[in-house]
């Protein structure tokens, strides 16, 4: 998931460009932000919450923005409940500062996981014509974007 994918550019010097579909950057916000029926998910998977914040800040892919060094496009819903839009937008504002090419792309009506086929075939086609641009090859047939720091 973007959970993993944000981590796994953060926390490790594998990859050279990557993409979270509806990420959490921030363990912490989440814990305090998402809906009522997740909300306490987190604390089997990290621990009880404030009582582990320690836990939550190492694990959070937002607080080592330090250590990213490679494109990252965010896709997101406008919707979303269960990681909600504040998460890309923290991390897209993030990596903005940083100066890392990056590119959020906000889904309107659209929640944890695209339902409706243009925003479906719209991400896919954001993904192919964004490691186009970081990879330098021609993704033809797609609508290009701005991305930011390129």
Same mark, same amino acid.
């Given at each position: 998931?973007?959970? &993993?994918?944000?981590?796994?550019? #953060?926390?490790?010097?594998?990859? &050279?460009?990557?993409?979270?579909?509806?990420?959490?950057?921030?363990? $912490?916000?989440?814990?305090?932000? &998402?809906?009522?029926?997740?909300?306490?998910?987190?604390?089997?998977?990290?621990?009880?919450?404030?009582?582990? #914040?320690?836990?939550?800040?190492?694990?959070? %892919?937002? $607080?080592?923005?330090?250590?990213?060094?490679? %494109?990252?496009?965010?896709?997101?819903?406008?919707?979303?409940?269960?990681?909600?839009?504040?998460?890309?937008? =923290?991390?897209?504002?993030?990596? =903005?500062?940083?100066?890392?090419?990056? #590119?959020?792309?906000?889904?309107?009506?659209?929640?944890?996981?695209?339902?409706?086929?243009?925003?479906?075939?719209? #991400?896919?086609?954001?993904?192919?014509?964004?490691?186009? *641009?970081?990879?330098?090859?021609?993704? *033809?047939?797609?609508?290009?974007?701005?991305?930011?720091?390129?």
């Amino acid at each position: 998931g973007g959970y &993993t994918a944000l981590g796994a550019l #953060a926390f490790r010097d594998v990859f &050279t460009a990557g993409c979270s579909l509806y990420g959490v950057a921030s363990l $912490e916000a989440l814990a305090g932000d &998402t809906h009522k029926f997740e909300s306490r998910y987190l604390d089997g998977l990290v621990g009880p919450y404030p009582q582990d #914040a320690d836990v939550y800040r190492e694990r959070a %892919p937002i $607080e080592s923005v330090d250590k990213l060094n490679c %494109p990252i496009l965010l896709l997101q819903g406008d919707e979303d409940k269960i990681v909600p839009p504040n998460q890309a937008e =923290l991390m897209h504002k993030a990596l =903005l500062e940083k100066g890392i090419p990056t #590119a959020l792309k906000m889904y309107k009506g659209e929640q944890h996981g695209f339902r409706k086929a243009e925003n479906i075939e719209d #991400a896919l086609d954001s993904e192919l014509y964004f490691y186009g *641009r970081v990879f330098g090859f021609e993704a *033809r047939g797609v609508k290009p974007f701005q991305i930011d720091n390129l």
